[in-house]
C-alpha cells in the first residue's frame, strides 16, 4: 500500500477544500490514488450537503445583474458572515443573478433547474449548490429573487453585500440612484401611503389607539390622535413622502425631489439579508455541559 505523505494530502486538500482528516481517509481508501480519493471525496462531499441541509442560512449576499433591458435582484444565503465573503461562494450568486435576468425563471425551483456548471459541479444550478456546500461545508439556499422586464429603466445600489435595491424608473439616472440609495439607508415599506400593506397599517392603528386610550381623554380626541398617528407613520415609511436623505435643507421629500428632477419611479425592490429569518442563538454553555455529560456517559 502506498504511503500517505503529507504533500498528497495538502493536494488533495487544495483541490477539494476538504477538512484534513477526511482527505487523509480518502487517501487511504484510494491506496494513494489523488483521482479517486477526489471521487471518494465529491460522494462523501455530498452527503455533506445532505446533513447541512437543516442547518439555518441567516448571513449571505445580496447581488443584482442588468442584462439588456432585464435586470434582477437576488438573496442567496448561508451559515455564517465568513462564508458570505468566500469567492466561490460570490461567483455562484453572481452567476444565479446573470441566469435570472437573462433567463427569467418562474421561481427559486426554476432557476434551479437551469443549467449551470462552476468548480466541477453540474449540469444545474441545484447541483453546483449542493457541490458547494460539500466543498465549502456549509449550508447555503436561494431565498428569494426579483426579476424585471418591462422595459423601464432601471437603477441599483448594493450596500456592501447585505443591502440590494433596484429601482424601476422613467428619467434622470442620477436622481434614480440616489433614490435607490436613500432607499438602502431609509427601508420604506412602499412606494406610496396607498401602496402601504393594510396589515401594517392596521397594527399601527392598534398601537396608536392603545397609545392614546391612555391620555383619558374624549373618544373624539382619542379618535384625531389615532388618526394623526397613523398619517405620521405613513409618512415615515412612504417613500415619496420621506425627507430626502441628501436634501440640502433637511425638509425636501424624495417626491418633491423627484419631480424637481422630471423623474418618475414606478416601483423598487429592497432585499436586506436575513431579514425575517430566526437566527440560532447557540448557548455555549450548556453545549459543553452536554458534552461533558455525554463523555461521562460512555
Given amino acids: 500500500m502506498a504511503a500517505i505523505t503529507a504533500s498528497m494530502v495538502g493536494e488533495l486538500r ?20 489523488l483521482v479517486r480519493a477526489e471521487e471518494i471525496l465529491r460522494v462523501k462531499l455530498g452527503n455533506k450537503a445532505g446533513k447541512a441541509s437543516s442547518r439555518v442560512t441567516a448571513e449571505g449576499v445580496v447581488a443584482t445583474a442588468v442584462v439588456g433591458a432585464n435586470g434582477a435582484l437576488l438573496e442567496v444565503n448561508c451559515e455564517t458572515d465568513f462564508v458570505s465573503k468566500n469567492d466561490a461562494f460570490l461567483a455562484f450568486v453572481n ?6 435576468a437573462e433567463q427569467a425563471p418562474a421561481d427559486v425551483a426554476a432557476l434551479s433547474a437551469l443549467p449551470l456548471s ?12 449542493k457541490g458547494l456546500i460539500g466543498k465549502i461545508g456549509e449550508n447555503m439556499s436561494i431565498r428569494r429573487f426579483q426579476r424585471y422586464a418591462s422595459g423601464a429603466k432601471l437603477a441599483s445600489y448594493l ?4 443591502i440590494g435595491v433596484v429601482v424601476e424608473f422613467d428619467g434622470d ?13 431609509m427601508k420604506p415599506a412602499a412606494l406610496s401611503s396607498a401602496d402601504v400593506p393594510a396589515e401594517l397599517v392596521e397594527k399601527e392603528r392598534k398601537i396608536a389607539a392603545e397609545k392614546a386610550a391612555e391620555s383619558g381623554k374624549p373618544a ?13 407613520f405613513l409618512k415615515e415609511v412612504s417613500l415619496l413622502d420621506q425627507v430626502f436623505v441628501k436634501a440640502a435643507d433637511g425638509k425636501q421629500t424624495v417626491g418633491a425631489m423627484l419631480k424637481d428632477k ?4 414606478k416601483g ?3 432585499y436586506v439579508v436575513g431579514e425575517g429569518i430566526e437566527k440560532k442563538v447557540d448557548d455555549f454553555a450548556a453545549e459543553v455541559a452536554a458534552q461533558v455529560a455525554a463523555a461521562k456517559g460512555q
Avoid: N, W, Y
Avoid at 450596500?159 to 447585505?162: L, N
Fill in 14 to 33: 487544495a483541490r477539494t477544500d476538504a477538512p484534513m482528516m477526511e482527505c487523509k481517509k480518502a487517501l487511504t481508501e484510494a491506496e494513494g490514488d
Fill in 95 to 100: 452567476a444565479c443573478a446573470g441566469l435570472i
Fill in 118 to 129: 462552476q468548480e466541477g459541479f453540474g449540469p444545474t444550478v441545484e447541483d453546483v449548490r
Fill in 159 to 162: 450596500h456592501g453585500t447585505r
Fill in 173 to 185: 439616472e442620477v436622481a434614480a440612484k440616489d433614490v435607490a440609495m436613500h432607499i438602502a439607508a
Fill in 220 to 232: 373624539d380626541i382619542v379618535a384625531k390622535m389615532v388618526e394623526g398617528s397613523v398619517q405620521k
Fill in 262 to 265: 422630471a423623474t418618475t419611479v
Fill in 268 to 270: 423598487f425592490t429592497l
